[in-house]
């Protein structure tokens, strides 16, 4: 399984950007599927989470209100729409998926396959 992340790019505070991750076979629709990202000199940190029917979503607090996490099964693809950004918000992207129903959301462990990443750079 393949993960392939894009729509990342250089934009100025305030701006939008729409990310999305698409799976190289068809095994994403079934799945739970999650963003991360990862700033210079930080760890990788949760962003935001969908379940697999989209019903059910889960963000970082830093991103709430800011960021939307959706999906189109039939596309076998998921987006994060990224508002109102921020310099802070500077990363490298990537999305993942999470195999089982329980577990934490927020936990990286909880994911099996990763993304390549995509670059957000954001301009103050």
């Known amino acids: 399984v393949q993960l392939q992340a894009s729509g990342g790019g250089l934009v100025q505070a305030g701006g939008s950007l729409r990310l999305s991750c698409v799976a190289s076979?068809?095994?994403?629709?079934?799945?739970?599927m999650g963003w991360f990202r990862q700033a210079p000199r930080k760890e990788r940190e949760f962003v935001a989470a969908?379940?697999?029917?989209?019903?059910?979503?889960a963000y970082a607090d830093s991103v709430k209100g800011r960021f939307t996490v959706s999906r189109d099964n039939a596309k076998e693809t998921v987006y994060l729409q990224l508002n109102s950004l921020k310099p802070e918000d500077t990363a490298v992207y990537y999305c993942?998926?999470?195999?089982?129903?329980?577990?934490?959301?927020?936990?990286?462990?909880?994911?099996?396959?990763w993304g390549q990443g995509t670059k957000v750079t954001v301009s103050s």
């Open positions: 993942a998926r999470k195999p089982y129903y329980s577990g934490d959301v927020y936990d990286e462990r909880e994911y099996d396959y």
């Open positions: 076979e068809r095994t994403l629709s079934a799945y739970g």
């Open positions: 969908i379940s697999w029917s989209g019903t059910t979503t």
